[in-house]
């Protein structure tokens, strides 16, 4: 692994189905984000996590958890899955956890629930 | 946290300099200035970061007035390559608050052949 992975790359979920989105850096970054994109709406954070042990909520948290058990996962959950989280989701990390920290992007889940 | 403000998107043709400005009226002292690509399908990549004057990299140069309202983002000689969306973000270089960073929609630019 090199980098940051997501899995899966895509996915169609029936409505009120659980989903986890994964995501995993080997880069030993402290910080981790979860971002949903949107047409028309740009990529907006869901969750962080300044270090392992520690979550955060993000600009649209609702319908959304997660977990930081170690330094390199972060997984997404969505619980009750509804239609208006259909959206392409990224993954990103950060050596620290400032604002001017660079972040590493995922290559993003696509995710589409009917 | 400082708002900024950039053109929903620009066109230019290949060999051409783009230079994409972008506003942060309200910037504060310990904010620095953050542009991003993204290339379709993909994630959003770190490209340049600056405070103030000017700041050059092998991808692209960013400049800052003194009063730092402001930043433009310059490509020299653009390819069908760079056509990409660029996010101007603004964040404070002190503090742990990461969840105030603020992507926006960026700017959309194509190159044309």
């Known amino acids: 692994i090199a980098g940051i992975t997501q899995a899966p790359t895509s996915q169609i979920l029936a409505a009120g189905r659980r989903m986890t989105l994964r995501c995993t850096q080997d880069m030993r970054h402290n910080a981790m984000y979860w971002y949903r994109q949107d047409l028309g709406l740009g990529l907006r954070l869901i969750h962080y996590?300044?270090?392992?042990?520690?979550?955060g909520k993000g600009e649209v948290p609702d319908g959304y958890s997660v977990s930081r058990a170690n330094t390199d996962d972060f997984p997404l959950t969505l619980a009750s899955a509804v239609p208006s989280q259909t959206s392409v989701y990224f993954c990103a990390s950060s050596v620290g956890s400032r604002a001017v920290d660079e972040q590493f992007f995922g290559p993003g889940t696509r995710l589409t629930v009917l | 946290l400082a708002k900024t403000t950039q053109p929903i998107s620009m066109d230019s043709y290949e060999g051409q300099e783009v230079n994409i400005t972008c506003s942060h009226n309200?910037?504060?002292?310990?904010?620095?200035i953050t542009w991003y690509q993204q290339f379709p399908s993909q994630g959003p990549r770190f490209i340049i970061q600056g405070y103030k004057t000017k700041v050059t990299n092998e991808v692209a140069s960013l400049f800052i007035p003194a009063d730092r309202k402001s930043s433009t983002l310059s490509l020299p000689r653009v390819s069908l390559s760079d056509t990409a969306v660029y996010y101007c973000l603004v964040g404070d270089i002190r503090t742990y608050n990461t969840d105030k960073l603020i992507f926006g929609t960026g700017t959309r630019l194509q190159v044309f052949p």
């Open positions: 309200n910037i504060a002292t310990n904010d620095y």
């Open positions: 996590s300044n270090t392992a042990g520690t979550t």
